[in-house]
């Protein structure tokens, strides 16, 4: 158990990089264990992502909500790659 909550062994790739980089942090006492530095990374990565989800509802709140189908169509197409010899788009 850590911190009370039940935990789950897995096994995880990483790049060697960035294992050597958890292994240095470890080493130098800056993360309690290398499962420890993941925990905290992965923590703070749901954290961001659900800060994230945050700012795009309110800004969805104060701009009118979620873009309607025409709208949505409309910025698919202004967005999407031109090819080669098609006329510039105007805005709508």
Do not use: H
Not at 33 to 44: C, E, R
């Amino acid at each position: 158990m850590v911190d009370g909550m039940a935990t789950a062994k897995i096994t995880i790739t990483l790049p060697d990089r960035q294992l050597e980089e958890i292994r240095k942090r470890v080493a130098a006492r800056n993360s309690p264990s290398v499962s420890g530095f993941i925990q905290q990374a992965v923590q703070k990565s749901l954290e961001n992502a659900a800060e994230f989800r945050a700012i795009v509802e309110d800004a969805l709140k104060k701009t009118g909500g979620p873009l309607k189908p025409k709208e949505r169509a409309w910025a698919r197409k202004m967005l999407s790659v031109r090819r080669r010899g098609t006329r510039p788009r105007t805005a709508a």
